[in-house]
């Protein structure tokens, strides 16, 4: 308390602080602070003047460090300080030190909660009710973050403090991510001196594509990399660089982990930790981390499980192959958590190094929504195939089983574990009504601003109390106005009420939820909700949006785990709390209600906008790389042809890629190999390779790749041909072809392939099998019917 009382008066003295120079008072709630005008100089010599005091625009005195660890699809019964099988020594650190938040909610999917997090509003007041990918030309689902929301970021920065964010973005459309821009809602842009990372939904943990600020960067170059070390790497660097230039200054660090998003991709010596531990299958883990969690108080001691769905099988149920197989899945999921936990540790023991642990505060959320079912009923060794609809066989599963989790996979695990580490809840990410899908342990850490030690806080907190918590901690006020913009208020509660008062009544009783129309409601410990459909067993649906059926509801005062439908018993309740939501979502733009998934991928069937519009031609030119789909032409489900101009020096050498789309579990790529010209379409996973059987001459040529697609739906097959200076040199037909989408994590190249090969294998000698000839210039068309 003393503490705070401190921070506070030195915030006062901040706010009534006078400058020599104009002796103006500064004021924090008009960002950014006005630089002060100079007075009049009458007199000739130096020697006659005063030397001014520089202005500068510092932090309150005593603002800590704030450091937001955020971890990705990791549910609330994974981690071990919460009763789960995953060890996770870093989080059970900070949580013995500090405090351990068991009713945290985020928003039950990545985008909409780190939206909310950083800017301490509603994830569809700040048009992030869905992904990027699937965005819609609605308000609410643009994902186009406004600027009447800054967020917790840029207020921190104009503040006086350092800002750096680490790891996965997820926050800017797909369409704004090339060199057209604009960069407005790109992380440099968004409060953030220093970016390093990637800036779509997943990413490749082994080839990534990755940014530095706004600017393209290859990974580094070494043995054994992986992309959580990297980004560890960059932040303690940062850390270290900052504090050793101005130690007084605090630092704002975001450390988004990729972990434990698909791809699931960890080396083998992690996964060993967790050999044979998923044998007893996900029905007794369930009841294994029930039981940790009632001994360690993590939940009441009458918490039940809530009955899993009857679409996803007893463990005992499956044949001893499939319990083989899908042991595995959750055993590389396992090693991957743990690992992202390790690095998160790496930055927290750097800090402690510095000097600086007692005087961060660390807001360690385990998990961006619950553990993702998006592998469905049999996870994936190629996520590529859940993309487009297409299940993996067991058979094909098997024949990467001692690979998996390794750079030739792009794995998933199945829905039944998803529910085992979201345990004791039935449901998973995606499902908004459910906190199965919302709820994620969080711990705070910051000896100097808390008291209390290794205890628990049980009041009701969502993701948009993060951003409130920073400010009040930082002895900061919420600006009424940024960069010349009035901003609309914070709708989270501040955190800090509860550090040194665990019985202390809660603040945040009302909460709304919804993603894909899946909603509820939070009201005063009690919670109504309504599932329109489980991931997993899409395209089915449960319950109609246009009929507004399926509500239930739920007394999570005496029942943790939303295990009891009290609908029937408490019907005005339900009825009033059903008023409540849509007055909610009339209020935070949650309408119109869209149930739509995959198919919102396609931004012809989602409405939102793309660069190309009803363009049909596309010229690009070598140092166009990691143009997303949502950028560019789309080639799928439609007839099209790529047309480049080369300049060739020599035959004999002539290598690499000229053109490229997507990786090497989707794609396809334009390149020239030993002299011969060939196009190879990626068939999620499976290699369709058209080779011209007349090497190119030297000097000047044009390469040209011709799809006649089938026509009739999404997927179709296609005849192709290869042509060079107009002359056949090569026919073929592709069967199927993707429908939906190549990759979400890979872009388009021109003159390399960066990433993972969609060839599988390096062109010629260059790293990102480059081209070695000279590209003039490359021509995508497309052909509709």
């Known amino acids: 308390m003393k503490f705070r009382i401190l921070v506070w008066l030195a915030c006062i003295i901040s706010f009534t602080a006078t400058s020599a120079a104009n002796a103006e008072e500064i004021n924090r709630r008009r960002l950014p602070i006005a630089d002060p005008y100079p007075q009049k100089v009458e007199e000739r010599l130096p020697s006659q003047v005063k030397m001014p005091r520089q202005h500068v625009v510092e932090a309150p ?143 490749n943990m082994y080839e990534p594509s990755l940014h530095d600020g706004v600017t393209i960067i290859d990974y580094p170059d070494r043995e054994n990399y992986h992309f959580l070390e990297d980004m560890t790497d960059q932040a303690i660097a940062w850390m270290r660089q900052q504090q050793g230039l101005r130690p007084d200054k605090p630092f704002f660090i975001y450390y988004a982990s990729a972990g434990s998003h698909a791809p699931h991709h960890v080396s083998p010596e992690w996964i060993q930790k967790y050999k044979g531990k998923f044998d007893k299958g996900w029905d007794v883990i369930r009841e294994e981390t029930l039981a940790n969690q009632i001994a360690k108080g993590v939940v009441p001691t009458n918490t039940q499980l809530a009955e899993k769905p009857a679409s996803v099988p007893d463990w005992n149920d499956l044949s001893d192959v499939q319990k083989r197989m899908f042991a595995r899945q959750a055993e590389v999921f396992a090693a991957f958590t743990e690992y992202s936990d390790y690095q998160a540790g790496r930055l927290i023991q750097a800090l402690d190094e510095l000097g600086e642990l007692d005087n961060t505060m660390i807001i ?179 319950h109609s ?83 997303v789909e949502d950028a560019i032409l789309n080639v799928k489900n439609i007839s099209n042809s790529i047309t480049a101009k080369v300049e060739i020096d020599s035959i004999e050498d002539a290598n690499g890629v000229i053109m490229a789309q997507g990786s090497r579990f989707g794609g396809w790529s334009l390149y020239v190999e030993d002299g011969y010209p060939a196009y190879a379409y990626n068939y999620l996973g499976n290699l369709h390779t058209f080779r011209s059987k007349e090497k190119l001459s030297s000097g000047s040529t044009k390469i040209r790749f011709e799809m006649d697609y089938d026509g009739g739906g999404a997927g179709k097959g296609a005849d192709v041909r290869l042509l060079v200076d107009d002359k056949i040199t090569s026919t073929g037909r592709i069967d199927a072809t993707v429908g939906s989408r190549f990759s979400i994590d890979e872009g388009a190249d021109v003159g390399m392939d960066r990433g993972s090969p969609v060839a599988q294998r390096v062109i010629g000698d260059q790293r990102f099998s480059a081209f070695n000839g000279t590209i003039n210039k490359v021509t995508l068309e497309i052909y509709p019917q």
């Open 364 to 542: 360690y959320i385990s998990g961006d929504n619950g553990t993702s079912s998006e592998g469905n009923q049999t996870g994936n060794w190629n996520w590529g195939h859940m993309l487009n609809g297409i299940p993996e066989t067991l058979e094909a599963q098997l024949e990467h089983y001692d690979n998996w989790g390794d750079r030739n996979t792009y794995p998933h695990m199945a829905v039944g574990w998803a529910i085992a580490f979201d345990t004791p809840f039935a449901l998973t990410k995606q499902i908004a009504g459910d906190f199965g899908g919302t709820r994620n342990g969080t711990v705070i850490h910051w000896p100097e601003g808390i008291t209390s030690k290794g205890e628990y806080r049980q009041q009701f907190s969502h993701v948009i109390d993060v951003a409130p918590t920073i400010l009040e901690a930082a002895g900061l006020p919420m600006p009424e106005e940024i960069n010349g913009i009035a901003q609309i208020p914070m709708q989270g509660t501040s955190l800090v009420y509860s550090f040194d008062n665990a019985d202390a009544p809660e603040r945040h009783k009302v909460q709304y939820f919804e993603v894909v129309g899946n909603r509820g409601i939070y009201q005063d410990g009690w919670m109504a909700r309504a599932t329109v459909g489980l991931p997993w067993e899409a395209p089915k649906k449960m």
């Open 61 to 203: 005195k005593e603002a800590p460090n704030v450091v937001v660890i955020l971890l990705d699809d990791v549910g609330f019964g994974a981690p071990s300080p919460f009763g789960g099988v995953v060890q996770m020594p870093a989080l059970q650190e900070l949580a013995n030190n500090g405090l351990s938040y068991n009713r945290f909610h985020t928003s039950a999917l990545c985008a909409p909660t780190r939206a909310a997090l950083k800017a301490g509003r509603n994830h569809h007041v700040m048009n992030m009710g869905s992904i990027p990918e699937i965005a819609t030309g609605y308000a609410g689902n643009t994902t186009v973050v406004p600027n009447y929301a800054e967020p917790v970021a840029e207020i921190l920065r104009l503040n006086g403090y350092n800002t750096g964010a680490f790891g996965k973005w997820h926050e800017t459309p797909g369409r704004e991510t090339t060199a057209a821009g604009p960069q407005t809602r790109w992380p440099t842009r968004q409060g953030f001196e220093k970016f390093y990372g990637f800036i779509g939904a997943e990413e």
């Open 545 to 627: 949006l246009a009929k507004d059926d399926g509500w239930e509801l739920y007394d999570t005062r005496n029942d943790f785990s939303l295990a009891n439908n009290l609908a029937s018993q408490y019907p005005e309740r339900l009825e009033s709390m059903k008023r409540l939501f849509l007055k909610e979502a009339i209020a935070n733009q949650v309408l119109p209600l869209d149930d739509r998934l995959l198919q919102r991928l396609l931004p012809s069937v989602a409405g939102r906008p793309t660069i190309m519009g009803s363009r049909t031609q596309l010229d690009l030119y070598p140092g166009s790389w990691d143009l």
